[in-house]
C-alpha cells in the first residue's frame, strides 16, 4: 500500500515541532548556567574580504522570558541555519525578548592596524561588559574574551548551544548585511548588496576590474589583492570613514550610536 504523503500544513508543523525542541535547548543550556541573567555575544563579519566586523551582545532575563516569550522567537538557531526573511523576523523577536542588546562596528582600517583576532575580542569584551549585570553570567562563542567583571564561559559551536548566543549572531548578521547593503548605494560596481563584502567570485572579479574601495581590508590575503595597487577607489564625495559614518542609519530609530572614527558602538533597545 503506497505510503500517504504529508500533507504542507502537516510538514509546516512538524518543522515548528523540530524548531520549538531546538530552542528548549538552547534555553535549557542557558538555564543550566544557575543565572536569571545570561549575557551572549557573537559577531559577524569575520572572513569577509571587505566592511566591518560587527560583535553583538545580547541580555536575556530568563524568568521574565518564562512569562513574556514572543511566538516567534521559537525559530531561534544560529544566523547560518536561517535565510534573510527568517534573520529579519528573528531580529525583531530578539528586539522584543531581550533586556540589552549592544552592538559593536570594527572598520577596515582598525582591522588591518590591530589585526582581526584582537579586534574580534576587544568588540566582543566591549559588547557584553555594555549589557552585563550583576548576577550575570557571560557566554561566548568559541573562546574567552578577555577579563570580565562577570563569570564568563566559552562554547565551542556557542551559536547552536546557547540561546542568548543564537540571539546575538542574528543581531551581529542582520546589522551587518542592513550596513553593507547601504553601503552598496554609494559603491554600486562591487555589488555589496549579494555578497556583502565576502569573497565570492564575483566579488573578486569586481576587485580586479575597478580596484579596491576604503571598505576593503588591505590585511588580508587574497589572490584578487595581488594584482593591484592597494590604494582606495572612492567616489567622487565619498570619504574612507563610510563605514563608520553610515552605521547611524543601521536600524533608524531602533539604534542609538557613539562614533568613535573607524571604532563604532550602537545601543540597540528592545520593545517595551
Not at 584582537?118 to 549589557?131: I, K, Y
Not at 557571560?138 to 551559536?159: I, K, R, S, W, Y
Request: glycine share 8%; aromatic share 6%.
Amino acid at each position: 500500500m503506497p505510503q500517504r504523503r504529508a500533507s504542507k500544513g502537516e510538514r509546516g508543523r512538524s518543522r515548528g515541532r523540530r524548531r520549538s525542541a531546538a530552542l528548549s535547548k538552547l534555553l535549557a543550556f542557558d538555564r543550566s548556567l544557575g543565572a536569571r541573567f545570561v549575557a551572549g555575544a557573537d559577531e559577524a563579519g569575520r572572513g569577509p574580504l571587505a566592511g566591518p566586523l560587527v560583535a553583538a551582545a545580547v541580555l536575556f532575563d530568563l524568568e521574565r522570558l518564562e512569562q513574556h516569550f514572543p511566538r516567534e522567537l521559537r525559530e531561534l538557531d544560529d544566523s547560518k541555519r536561517h535565510e534573510q526573511a527568517d534573520r529579519e523576523r528573528l531580529f525583531r523577536a530578539v528586539l522584543a525578548a531581550a533586556s540589552g542588546i549592544r552592538v559593536v562596528f570594527r572598520g577596515p582600517a582598525e582591522i588591518d592596524r590591530d589585526g582581526l583576532h584582537r579586534s574580534n575580542l576587544s568588540a566582543l569584551r566591549e559588547a557584553l561588559q555594555a549589557v552585563a549585570c550583576q548576577g550575570c553570567v557571560c557566554v561566548v562563542d568559541g573562546f574567552e574574551v578577555g577579563t570580565l567583571p562577570h563569570p564568563q564561559v566559552a562554547v565551542v559551536g556557542g551559536d547552536r548551544k546557547s540561546a542568548a548566543v543564537a540571539a546575538a549572531s542574528i543581531v551581529a548578521k542582520v546589522l551587518r548585511d542592513r550596513h553593507m547593503q547601504r553601503l552598496a548605494v554609494r559603491y554600486p560596481l562591487w555589488g555589496f548588496e549579494k555578497h556583502v563584502g565576502y569573497s565570492t567570485p564575483e566579488h573578486r572579479a569586481a576587485i580586479l576590474t575597478h580596484g579596491l574601495t576604503p571598505l576593503h581590508r588591505r590585511s588580508f590575503a587574497s589572490v584578487a589583492y595581488q594584482q593591484l595597487e592597494l590604494t582606495p577607489n572612492v567616489p567622487a564625495g565619498a570619504s574612507g570613514l563610510e563605514d563608520s559614518l553610515e552605521v547611524s542609519k543601521l536600524a533608524q530609530a531602533e539604534v542609538g550610536v557613539d562614533d568613535h572614527g573607524d571604532s563604532v558602538e550602537a545601543q540597540v533597545f528592545p520593545a517595551g
